[in-house]
DNA sequence: TGACATATTATGTGCATACATTTTATTGTT
DNA sequence: AACAATAAAATGTATGCACATAATATGTCA
């Protein structure tokens, strides 16, 4: 004899992800409201809300007050990157990180820092050049510009030895993100950082951060041909 | 003289928030228990609750079962991307959108697509390749294979007239999806067809997706050079 | 000392209820 | 017929409560 259990929220997710995906629910069409989803199967309310607050976080359907519910016509195709810190993503492959400071000195802003930065007035930046490495070969190089006026503390940190994307992580969490992938041929100059022909295909990874309305960083770092980006859901 | 409003479990976010950035709770520390977070703040447990979930999902806190919750030391840095339907995505830039179908032809899957699509035996497939256009231009060509036998209806689309991609999200939702981006030189034949040089730097996105355990398509789409991916947090 | 059982604790969940909010539908007025 | 005021409907949220679950700390016994 099978015993009268609660369902739990994953439970009735569950249920009305399968109910959307064998098109029970087709795209486009309303999903019962959710009070007659919980009569039906016989849970509470919140019960229900709570697993289709899931299923709208997830872009699988839209909730509108009054509205109803609704599945969507093109599901949300959206995925979720970690964006690598070096060294985890290095260690993660079994390899031996290693870190290089190329360059580093003060200097104010140019153009493309403050546009990426929405800088309104110029700023006395901190420019850093690193590369990040797996078993002694490039793994990263990041061209990287710091704000000085935010971070002052930054022109302390001995960044031949401490990587400046770690420390500001640890040091100066930030509120804002603003993130860009693409593609681009490799520089003479970058194509010797990272062990790779002139004119190869480099992946980019551009990042600027705010805390607040205070710009904290702005970097871009190539990654040599073979890198990739992955996620699954 | 102001109204005692009742805590939203927004506020309570915004609450914690501000102190995670403001290094009341430096990373790595512990928060305090929800109760005393509610007692503190003057509101139930479960506003609190709301709140820390909401924390936990973006990657701020970890919560732990009788261990707490307490501030990550890398705070998670990950991006939601929204992976492009290039219809919407070109008409979005105002741009007029097309579509052109390059190719299409029954045949067996190669080793790259039954490796990307985890399949087993040897399966038939549709192979599709088509042209994404914005005002004329090439925007985004995909190179695409479809499982036969998940979706026989497949044979019977026009596809000179109905883009795969859309075809198969609204009438075959998935429950899986892989996803890779990467960066490549275009050869030839991908030069020409997307109107670039051969060996220009192209961004690619592969994608493969699943319902349950059956195959559906792997898609390849690589963008000219100029293409950007964004995303903002 | 070490291993295993047990208690404790913080978060997780389900439920019932009341009320808030937003958007649509209806009604009424000019 | 057009427009504004009003009602109605669905989801969203806050609360109190009881209990579930998981991880840690404690205690007991060999």
């Known amino acids: 004899m099978t015993i009268a259990e609660r369902l739990t929220w994953r439970d009735v997710y569950d249920t009305i992800q399968g109910r959307i995906l064998d098109a029970t629910y087709p795209p486009g069409t309303r999903v019962p409201r959710d009070e007659d989803i919980a009569l039906d199967l016989g849970c509470a309310r919140a019960t229900v809300q709570r697993a289709m607050r899931a299923l709208a976080d997830e872009g699988l359907i839209e909730r509108k007050r009054k509205g109803g519910t609704h599945v969507l016509r093109l599901p949300a195709t959206r995925a979720t990157f ?62 990287r510009w710091i704000c000085v006026e935010t971070v002052p503390e930054i022109l302390d940190v001995d960044l031949s030895r401490e990587n400046a994307n770690e420390w500001l992580l640890q040091n100066r969490p930030y509120s804002r993100c ?30 600027s951060t705010w805390n607040g309305a205070d710009p904290i960083t702005t970097v871009t770092a190539l990654a040599p041909p073979g890198y990739e980006l992955h996620s699954r859901a």
């Open 82 to 143: 970690h964006i690598p810190v070096a060294r985890l993503e290095v260690e993660a492959t079994g390899a031996r990180y290693g870190y290089q400071l190329v360059s580093r000195e003060e200097a104010d802003a140019p153009r493309a820092v403050a546009a990426a930065l929405e800088l309104h007035a110029p700023a006395r930046m901190l420019h850093v050049r690193a590369l990040h490495l797996a078993n002694q070969r490039p793994y990263l190089f990041e061209d």
């Open 178 to 207: 603003d993130l860009r992938f693409f593609a681009m041929k490799a520089s003479a100059d970058e194509a010797a950082l990272l062990q790779a022909e002139e004119g190869d295909a480099l992946f980019g990874i551009a990042r």
